[in-house]
């Protein structure tokens, strides 16, 4: 598995099936580095400091908890953006959160891309394992 693998991964699936299915059996996870901190040190955003509040959330969350969460959270981070990013982009507008948000795609591998100009990403096929940072 890419990242940490009991957080927001495929592996948890293939692990509580293996572990209903054969328990006398001992599975290992090996903690790894996380998307979202990989992706905030490539944005250079910080996640939290001192008494800051973080929300991590799948980005298909339901609108008005979302909005809620963008409004109540000092960093919220949108994991696997790609497939409602317009719908999030145009939320963030709504809020004037538009400049305060960076968004990142396969954080920590060759292929990571950082995107500060959220606009830019407006209508455009993204890849699957993207996330977005919102910090105010």
């Known amino acids: 598995t890419i990242g940490d693998p009991f957080l927001y991964s495929t592996f948890l699936y ?7 299915r ?18 905030a040190v490539a944005a250079g955003v910080p996640l939290a400091a001192a008494s ?4 991590v959330l799948p980005a ?3 609108e008005e908890k979302l909005r809620r969460t963008l409004l109540d959270f000092d960093t919220v981070v949108l994991m696997k953006v790609n497939r409602v990013f317009d ?3 145009a939320l963030l507008k709504e809020l004037g959160l538009e400049g305060k948000g960076v968004f990142v ?5 060759r292929e990571e891309k950082v995107v500060h100009d959220l606009a830019s990403l407006v209508g455009k096929k993204l890849d699957y394992l993207s996330l977005l940072i919102v910090k105010k």
């Open 14 to 20: 293939l692990y509580r099936i293996f572990r209903d």
């Open 22 to 39: 054969y328990p006398d059996i001992p599975i290992e996870a090996v903690p790894g580095v996380s998307s979202i901190t990989a992706a």
């Open 52 to 55: 800051e509040r973080i929300a």
């Open 60 to 62: 298909t969350f339901e």
């Open 87 to 89: 719908r999030v982009f």
């Open 105 to 109: 795609s396969r954080a920590g591998t």
